[in-house]
């Protein structure tokens, strides 16, 4: 499975972006799709995942009620769409497939197989 992660960029404090993962090779079954940030100096840290059967949602306490995980079926992508964006939401955003993810351990970046190339969304206050 390759992940190709994309839609990151420059946007102002307030303001939205929303990131695509688009699934590609084999078919895009894995149990949970997520996505994962690093800040500049800080390690790689969980942002929301999405699980595929039952369509059920997990999100860090730092992006809930801001930030949105979805699907499209039909293209086998995954969006993160992020609103209210905040100085401190800069970060290379990683997403992140497996087939083998368990719940206690999707906030876990070692329980996931697949990883995308990462996209760069930086928020100017």
Not at 24 to 52: D, H, I, L, M, S
């Amino acid at each position: 499975v390759q992940l190709q992660a994309s839609g990151g960029g420059l946007v102002q404090a307030g303001g939205p972006l929303r990131l695509s993962c688009a699934a590609g090779g084999q078919t895009f079954n894995n149990r949970y799709t997520a996505w994962f940030r690093q800040a500049p100096g800080k390690e790689r840290v969980f942002v929301a995942a999405f699980k595929w059967n039952g369509g059920y949602t997990y999100y860090a306490d730092s992006v809930k009620g801001r930030f949105t995980i979805s699907r499209d079926n039909a293209k086998k992508t995954v969006y993160l769409q992020m609103n209210n964006l905040r100085s401190e939401d800069t970060a290379v955003y990683f997403c992140a497939a497996g087939p083998s993810v368990i719940q206690s351990a999707l906030r876990t970046e070692t329980a996931y197989a697949y990883w995308g190339q990462g996209t760069l969304v930086t928020v100017s206050s």
